[in-house]
C-alpha cells in the first residue's frame, strides 16, 4: 500500500484548498482512508476519514462544516476540500490508510494505529 498526498500550498484566511491523496495497492476500495495535521511540537491530529464501501465519512470538531472528504474508487484518489480556511489549520497534512475492514478513528493519539502513511503537504493559510 502507497500513499501520497498533494495539493497543499499558501492560501489566505476564508479561501479554499483541495488536497489529493494517491493511493496504490491491491484492493485500495477495502481501505479506510484518513487526513491527519501535524503541527511542530505536537502529535498528529485526525481530521477526516472515509470508509469506502459505505462512503460513511467522519470529521474532526474543528473542521465539521468546512472541510469536506471524498473518494474516487475508479482512480484510487481521496480529496480533501478545505473551504474558509483558518490559520489554525496551518500543518503538514497527511493521509493515512487503515487495514480493511477497520474503522477509522479520528480521536487523540489514533493516529498510531494506522499502519500506512503517506509524505505529508504543507498547508499554510495566512495574510
Known amino acids: 500500500v502507497q500513499l501520497q498526498a498533494s495539493g497543499g500550498g499558501l492560501v489566505e484566511p476564508g479561501g479554499s484548498l483541495r488536497l489529493s491523496c494517491t493511493t496504490s495497492?491491491?484492493?485500495?476500495?477495502?481501505?479506510?482512508i484518513a487526513w491527519f495535521r501535524q503541527v511542530p511540537g505536537q502529535g498528529r491530529e485526525g481530521v477526516s476519514c472515509?470508509?469506502?464501501?459505505?462512503?460513511?465519512?467522519y470529521y474532526a470538531d474543528p473542521v465539521k462544516g468546512r472541510f469536506t472528504i471524498s473518494g474516487d474508487d475508479a482512480k484510487s484518489m481521496v480529496y480533501l476540500q478545505m473551504n474558509n480556511l483558518k490559520p489554525e489549520d496551518t500543518a503538514v497534512y497527511y493521509c493515512?490508510?487503515?487495514?480493511?475492514?477497520?474503522?477509522?478513528?479520528?480521536?487523540?493519539?489514533?493516529?498510531?494505529?494506522?499502519?500506512?502513511w503517506g509524505q505529508g503537504t504543507q498547508v499554510t493559510v495566512s495574510s
Open positions: 495497492g491491491d484492493r485500495m476500495d477495502l481501505y479506510a
Open positions: 493515512a490508510a487503515q487495514v480493511p475492514g477497520s474503522h477509522c478513528p479520528l480521536y487523540r493519539g489514533s493516529w498510531g494505529t494506522y499502519p500506512y
Open positions: 472515509i470508509t469506502h464501501g459505505d462512503g460513511e465519512s
